[in-house]
């Protein structure tokens, strides 16, 4: 009961973190660009890295908007990169963006002299650590998003599940996508400098491949979503007070093991019952075409 109090926080930001991500990794699935986020992510990593190269604190306002301004500029390259008829797959660019911020931090941090055990912290993510106060603007803002997507949900969820159709309806796909990955900045920027690189790829994809498991529709994947961030997000926490373990590390542990667990009794129902799994996508693009 004792660390209850110092647990709270770091739990209501895990929960902003579901709220928002799970909904997002709907829609990364579905494109197939799965590691998006984690290319994003890597993104804003380096932009943050060159504020402290340059004397920026790392937790200061500045190197927040020198990130986001690094995570607009690879939005903008990934919503240039989707073609109808590209010769180079999108996942391609993405990888490439990724492998060249990863070695682009590494080079800068080099020369980020001093500030080496705060860069690590940025990078690496310490949720335990997040105040009450990057709480509530995390969650104003995260909410702004949410609001943005929910009011244009017709045509992100067209520009994801049903490209082809988005077109025939005079829908830009490249303005539309860089829309999304432009918001996508937003939360990406924002949650690295809470939770790390490798825990905010996690929040965007475990939950959403989990509910693909047993759901087809977007409402029920957003359901099963959000149960599981929220109950690993419990789990990963007080596991890594209890038995002395860095946060961010535990909670990707058990997002693995919780999924392991949940694709052991996908094939138990499904396969043993000889059922096909739930992946009716003609169903989730008629919901997309008629959600208004």
Not at 8 to 26: C, D
Not at 107 to 127: C, F, P, Q, R, Y
Not at 219 to 239: C, D, E, K, N, Q
Request: glycine share 10%; proline share 3%; aromatic share 10%.
């Amino acid at each position: 009961m004792e660390i209850l109090p110092f647990l709270l926080a770091p739990f209501v930001a895990s929960l902003i973190l579901t709220g928002i991500h799970a909904y997002l990794g709907v829609h990364v699935v579905e494109r197939g660009v799965i590691f998006v986020d984690l290319a994003l992510a890597q993104i804003a990593a380096l932009g943050a890295t060159i504020a402290v190269v340059i004397g920026m604190d790392p937790h200061a306002s500045g190197a927040y908007w020198i990130s986001l301004a690094f995570t607009f500029l690879g939005a903008a390259v990934f919503s240039l990169a989707r073609t109808r008829r590209a010769h180079v797959p999108q996942e391609a660019f993405i990888g490439i963006a990724y492998a060249v911020a990863s070695a682009g931090a590494i080079l800068a941090m080099s020369k980020a002299t001093g500030e080496t055990e705060h860069l690590k912290d940025m990078l690496v993510g310490n949720i335990l650590a997040v105040s009450w106060h990057e709480v509530g603007h995390t969650a104003i803002l995260y909410g702004l998003i949410g609001a943005f997507h929910y009011i244009f949900r017709k045509n992100f969820l067209m520009i994801s599940m049903d490209p082809k159709g988005a077109e025939a309806q005079g829908i830009s796909l490249r303005f539309w996508d860089f829309l999304f990955y432009a918001s996508f900045g937003f939360v990406v920027t924002s949650s690295v400098a809470i939770a790390g690189v490798l825990l905010v790829f996690c929040y965007l994809i475990v939950p959403s491949v989990g509910a693909m498991l047993f759901a087809d529709r977007i409402g029920r994947r957003l359901a099963i979503g959000w149960t599981m961030g929220t109950l690993v997000s419990a789990l990963g926490v007080y596991l890594s007070v209890q038995l002395d373990l860095p946060t961010g590390a535990t909670i990707v542990c058990t997002f693995g093991g919780v999924l392991l667990v949940m694709f052991i009794v996908h094939l138990l129902i499904f396969h043993r019952n000889g059922e096909n799994p739930p992946a009716a996508n003609a169903e989730i693009v008629q919901q997309s075409q008629s959600a208004s």
